[in-house]
């Protein structure tokens, strides 16, 4: 199975823009990647922050496209995504848009590169979000382990140096600020110092004439000079104590490196995080000594990289931290000893492979922008990179010096290459049909996918009262869970208020050989699985995200289910027995012939009883608050508000009203009251339940405050739509309706789509249904969704960082 219909081109254009082409005819959406090479160590040292601001600025639209019509508004009136990252040396911009709407927005991501707009009150409005975002930054934990990780470096790399920006180091009423900022963007964002790529459906023809059209209205300009860098490593680094002892960082510096440097780490990671016995990762974790291991380039720059194996360790790990670091040195001196690494390359070509099968047309621009042919092929110049790296990989080149065992106390291990992945190659079907399980619904697969597959697995199980047993299942598939993503296959699993529920969402041919290994490991779990069934603790998140992490179980209902935590002895006989009495039920998507008689096979190996899962309960809302306390200082409110029990049309009402009201909630709440960076809307379903989530994090104004502004928003959104017109709500309504046809949804969106109307208890036709109530809205029903919203008729609830502000709120906990 591969990418038989893709195609890579490369163009120069005659500003001096390099463009790199990928016609994938799988692909529902077209994308653009752009990277600029200039980053935040470009920057004069006088002016900290200048080009993560101008990357902020860009965004606030151009002359020609202002307002409705800048790039952020365009992309989300077309139902896409957009983003942009300021790294060392580069700052990227990316955007996912369906293929009618790709010129449009590279038009205006060109526009916005070119023409900024840099007003005086554009720039203070924006160094507030900046500075906020400052604040966010300087308080998450997660942060301050990245200042640890490159403190031994020398003072005088600008790795070392504060880039972040903030108040202080914007002087906007400085005219030397004001002529640097004017002479970086002139001297970096021109068209020779830019690359772009374009991916998607249409013909390499049209996407080639959507580069030329669009990239022309870049400047020309002369490539800029960089100095080198200065070496990594000299006697002014600072050597703090450990920030985290549950993690262990070996973290390496190297010099002179080759070109093909990324790609050549990209293969050592895959190898030495295989979860096939014989990798590092699986030696590490047979001996219980990690939870979890990443491999990151943290830089590379000039021939210079920095690279981190991260580590987090399990408790019978942290005292035995030496013993990671031996075992990790020991398998790069094994790697390196392999020489050229012939017998993986063939492997390595079919798991990247298996990856582009199955990434969007944004992953596969990301994938492409730097690659000079196939990502998936090891060459030869990446080869030679692998053994320069992997010669440097040593002690001695170690930022933060890890203690070694000695003599009788190094351990001993014989290394091997770890066997194929089961799961790239072609598995037996049944001879003979097999019949569909009665808890099986099953759907066809998205038209341009047919290689695609969607599996939904829901066990009613009072899984509220058994965390533990929760967390035994979860461990008894992480191995697993690593194998199938290097096949292409997505194996998520969590649980839900009382529900335990699976996902497989990928390449359909391995999903039922993996799901007759998932049955397997549910009615035994493997002896690791049973070693710690204590809870981990989770890592800090930022507040707005963890209150989105605990939304699904305060809408179920179920916020006191922690309470359970820590009480449950979990052994296998209570497992079996909690097994006994689950039932379940299934939903599969693109499953037909001898692949759906070995999908109906493996899914009569689950454990649980078939066809006996209840129907999913959603408890009543008034206007309930649920206080979750931040620990980083920053105030975060998110609002839920259901859409009404009602008909398909309430629900397409709602989908539109969350559709057209997410620009302007932005516009009020980060632009114009400048309330924090963090600021969405948009429409959701959890659990099959539908409604908006309105959410903001704030470092200034505390949840009441916020309350208060998303309230008066509420009160001025029936005459903001008033106001935008009945033939834009009539178009955006129409061009909605046909984005949620069969025919323009990724095979992903398209499953959970279909899982959330079956949790909904929707009919078979739930697409269509939808598509005809979209087709059917008018300005009036928007309008009148609007008031229902302001109203609370079907409930709000809240999750903030603070105590409910009034009495009009019921408190939860």
Not at 197 to 218: E, F, H, I, M, T
């Amino acid at each position: 199975m591969s990418l038989s219909h893709a195609s890579c081109s490369e163009l120069l254009l005659e500003n001096g823009l390099k463009v790199r082409i990928l016609h994938e005819p799988r692909l529902r959406k077209a994308a653009a990647f752009l990277c600029v090479d200039a980053g935040s160590h470009d920057v004069d040292p006088a002016w900290p922050g200048m080009a993560h601001f101008l990357e902020h600025l860009f965004f606030l639209g151009t002359e020609r496209h202002n307002g409705e019509q800048a790039l952020m508004a365009y992309v989300q009136r077309q139902g896409g995504q957009l983003n942009a990252s300021t790294r060392e040396r580069s700052t990227e911009f990316f955007f996912e848009v369906p293929p009618t709407a790709l010129s449009g927005a590279l038009e205006r991501l060109c526009d916005m590169l070119a023409r900024p707009r840099l007003s005086a009150a554009d720039q203070r409005r924006e160094r507030e979000v900046l500075h906020a975002e400052f604040i966010a930054w300087s308080r998450d934990a997660e942060a301050q382990h990245q200042l640890w990780l490159t403190a031994p470096l020398s003072s005088r790399h600008p790795l070392r140096a504060f880039h972040a920006g903030n108040r202080y180091s914007l002087p906007l009423g400085s005219a030397e600020f004001q002529e640097g900022l004017l002479a970086f963007h002139q001297r970096f964002y021109h068209a020779s110092q830019m690359t772009l790529c374009l991916v998607g459906p249409q013909s390499p023809d049209k996407l080639r004439a959507v580069a030329q059209r669009c990239g022309q209205l870049l400047p020309a300009g002369t490539r800029a000079p960089r100095p080198l860098p200065p070496p990594l490593r000299d006697d002014s680094g600072d050597h703090p104590a450990p920030s985290d002892p549950r993690r262990l960082n070996l973290v390496f510096a190297c010099e002179g490196l080759p070109e093909g440097t990324a790609p050549a780490i990209d293969f050592l990671t895959t190898w030495c995080s295989n979860p096939q016995p014989g990798g590092l990762f699986a030696e590490l974790q047979r001996r219980d000594l990690v939870e979890s291991m990443q491999v990151r380039l943290l830089y590379h720059y000039g021939g210079q990289a920095v690279i981190d194996f991260d580590f987090k360790l399990t408790a019978a790990g942290g005292p035995a931290a030496a013993t990671v670091g031996h075992l990790c040195l020991s398998w790069l001196e094994f790697f390196e000893a392999l020489g050229d690494w012939g017998p993986l390359r063939e492997e390595y070509t079919l798991l990247r492979k298996r990856r582009q099968l199955v990434s969007s047309a944004l992953e596969l621009a990301r994938q492409y922008i730097d690659a000079a042919g196939d990502p998936a092929q090891l060459s030869e110049p990446v080869t030679r990179a692998l053994a320069s790296v992997l010669a440097q990989l040593k002690a001695e080149q170690l930022l933060h010096p890890v203690p070694l065992p000695s003599g009788a106390n190094t351990p001993a291990v014989q290394w091997r290459l770890p066997q194929r992945n089961r799961f790239l190659r072609p598995n037996r079907r049944p001879e003979q049909p097999v019949a569909d399980p009665p808890a099986v619904q099953y759907r066809p697969s998205a038209p341009n996918s047919p290689h695609e597959g969607e599996l939904f697995v829901r066990w009613s199980a009072h899984a509220s009262r058994h965390p533990g047993s929760t967390r035994v299942l979860d461990r008894s598939l992480r191995r697993l869970a690593d194998e199938a993503r290097q096949a292409g296959v997505r194996l998520a699993f969590n649980r839900l208020g009382d529900d335990w529920q699976l996902r497989l969402s990928g390449v359909a041919e391995p999903m039922p050989a993996l799901l007759e290994q998932v049955a397997a490991h549910f009615s035994a779990p493997p002896t690791e699985a049973w070693r710690h069934h204590e809870a981990i603790p989770a890592a800090p998140q930022t507040p707005i995200r963890e209150l989105l992490k605990r939304l699904p179980e305060h809408c179920l209902g179920f916020y006191h289910s922690s309470q359970h935590d820590g009480r449950e002895q979990v052994q296998p006989a209570a497992l079996q027995k909690l097994w006994a009495s689950a039932g379940w039920e299934a939903l599969a998507i693109g499953f037909d012939g001898a692949a759906r008689s070995a999908l109906n096979n493996a899914l009569r190996r689950l454990p649980g009883r078939p066809g006996q899962a209840t129907p999913v309960h959603y408890p009543p809302l008034g206007r309930h608050w649920s206080t979750v306390p931040g620990g980083s200082g920053e105030h975060a409110l998110l609002l839920f508000c259901p859409a009404p029990n009602g008909s398909m049309g309430d629900e397409a009402a709602w989908r539109l009203l969350g559709h057209l009201s997410q620009t302007a909630f932005y516009q009020r709440m980060r632009v114009e009251l400048q309330l924090g960076y963090a600021v969405f809307a948009s429409f959701r379903q959890i659990s099959g339940r539908p409604g908006l989530v309105f959410g903001v994090q704030s470092p200034g104004t505390d949840p009441a405050g916020i309350l208060g502004h998303i309230e008066q928003f509420f009160e001025q959104l029936p005459r903001w739509l008033t106001n935008l017109g009945s033939s834009a709500v009539m178009s955006q309504s129409q061009a909605m309706a046909a984005r949620w046809s069969l025919e323009e949804l990724e095979a992903p969106q398209l499953g959970e789509t279909l899982w959330q109307a079956h949790l909904g208890g929707h009919p078979g036709d739930y697409l269509g249904q939808l598509q005809r109530a979209l087709a059917a809205l008018r300005p009036a029903d928007v309008i009148n969704a609007a008031q229902r919203l302001r109203s609370a008729d079907a409930g709000w609830l809240a999750l903030a960082t603070a105590a409910a502000p009034d009495e009009r709120w019921v408190p939860l906990g």
